[in-house]
C-alpha cells in the first residue's frame, strides 16, 4: 500500500476546487440523497437528462477528500453522456476501484486516478457514493419511463 | 504496575502483529490468549449442551456455564439469579426495551441522552412509538456532560423509565449513575445502564449503584464476541415476560398455555452462549488478577501523556479533555477524519473514524464526524509517541496540498 497512490493531486484538486458543486433549485432535476453509514459521509446529486442525455450534473455532499472529489470527477466524465453509456462508464468505474481490469477506452479522464484506492479496501464505498446516487437516479428514470 | 511487554505476551495478536499500534479498545478490546484457550478447550473437549442431559460431559458443560454465571455475578455483585447471558449489550439493551412495551403507556416518559451509543437509544425510541410514550433528552452541559441537575430538570412523576449510558462510547464521559438512580427511584422509575464502555475499565457494584437493569458485552473487556450479560434485579426480572420464547425457558407447557420458569432460565431460551460465557468468565479472571486500579492508573497516564503531547499539535481540536475513560477525541483543522485515519493506518496505527455509533453526539458538537483514539492495558507510552507522531505526518501531509 502506498499513501501516494490513493491521494493523487489531481484528487486533491476536485477536492479543494470542484467542479458542478452546489444545488439548483429546479424541479426538472432528478435529487438522490444517499449516505455513507459507516462513517456519516453523505452525498447528494442532482440530475437533469434531456431526450436520455445527462445535460447536467449538480452533487452536494459531506465526506473525505476521496468522496468529494469522486463527486466532482463524476459529474465532469458523465455530463453530456448518454444514459446508457453513462451506465457503461460507471461500470468500468466500479471494475477500476475493485482493481479490476476495465474498459479504457469507455473510462477516460481523471477518473481514472482514482485506480490506487483498491489498494485501500476501507475507502471503496466513499469513491463510489456518488456513482452510486447518479446510477440510482439513471435506473430511476428509466423505471419512469417504463410505467409511463 | 502494568508492564506492557510482559501484558503483550498474554495477547497472541502481538506475536502475529508486532507492529501493531491498537487505540480503538473502546470497539472491541484484544483478545487474551487464557480465554481462546478456554473457548478452545470447550469444543476440543466437551461441546454438548447445558442443562439438558444426565451424562456427564452434559454435566460438566453446565457445571462450566453456571460458574461462568457465578463468576459474573460476583464480579458486580449481583446474585446468580440476576445474570442473564446474551449475544452483547446491544441483545441486552433490546429485550428490555421490548419488554417496556407491554409496561408503559401514552404519556408516560422514557429519559435518555443524546451521549447515548444507539444501541442505548434507538430500542427506547421504538418502545416510544409503540406504547405512545414520551423520549425526554438531558439537556447537556456545555461540554457535553450529563449532570444531576439537569438531569433533574427533566425528571417528573411522569418519568417511567431512566435509560442511560454509564460512560459516553464517543466521549468517555462519566455519568453521575448512583445520584441520578436515587432521584429516579424517588419518581419511582426503573433505571437501566449501558455499562458497555465502564465495564472493561472501572469496578461495577449493582448493589451500591443500584441501578434496576445493567448490559455490558465479553468482546469489549478481552473476552470473546456473541456474549453479553443483561443484569436485574431479581423482582424487576420475574414480573417481565420472557423476551424469547422456547427450549428450557418454560417450566409446564399445556396445549394451549404454558408458565414459565423464573430467572435467568426465563430469559435463555434455547441454547445458549455456552462457550462465549465461559470465555468471558475468563477474562473476569483475567481483569480480576491484574485490577481495576493498575489498569486505571495506566490507562490514564497514558491518555494523560498523549493529550499533553497533542496539545502542541497546532489546528487540533480535542472535544473530551476531561473524560474520565481513556479516550481521546478530535479532529484536525477541516481535514476529514477519515482522510486522517487512512494516514494513520499506514503507520499501523488503528483508531476509530466517523460517528462511532452515536450520531447524536456529532449533532451535539457540531461535526460530521471525528476520529477517537481509546486506551487499553496492552498500550505503550510507544503507542502514544508514534500515534502523535503519525497524527503531525498526517496533517503536514493533507496540508501540503
Redesign the interface.
Known sequence: ?N?EH??R?VI??H??SPKNKGFVADNSYLTIHLNNP?????MTVQLKVVDHVITDIKHQG??????CSSASVMSETLKGKSMDDAMKIIHEFYELIKGYPYDKEILVGDAVVYQGVAQ?P??VK?ATLAWKATEQGINKIKEDELNG | MIDVDRIRKDFPIYSKQPNLIYLDSAASSLKVSSVIDKIDNYYQTLGVNVHRGAYDLAYEATRLYEEARETVSEFIHAKNEEIIFTRGTTSSLNMIAGSYRNILKPGDEIITSELEHHSSLLPWMVTAKHTGAKLVYIPLNEEGRITVDAFQSVLSDRTKVVALTHVSNALGFLTQIKEITKLAHEKKAVVILDAAQSAPHMKLDVVDLDVDFMAFSGHKMFGPSGVGVLFGKEALLNLLEPFEYGGEMADEVYKDHATWKDAPLRFEAGTPVISGAIGLAEAIRYINKIGFDSIHAHTHALQQYTLEKMSHIEGLAIYNASSENPVITFNINDI????IA??L??YHVSVR???HCA?LV?KFLGV??TLRASFHIYNSYADCDAFVASVIAAKN??EG?
Request: proline fraction near 2%; aromatic fraction near 14%; glycine fraction near 8%.
Open positions: 500500500m499513501i490513493l491521494y493531486q486533491m484538486e477536492y479543494k459507516s462513517c456519516g459521509d453523505e459531506t465526506g473525505c477528500s476521496i468522496c485501500f476501507a475507502r466513499c | 476529514h477524519p477519515h482522510d487512512t494516514m493506518d499506514q473514524a466517523g460517528h450520531q456529532n460530521s464526524s501531509f493533507f496540498f
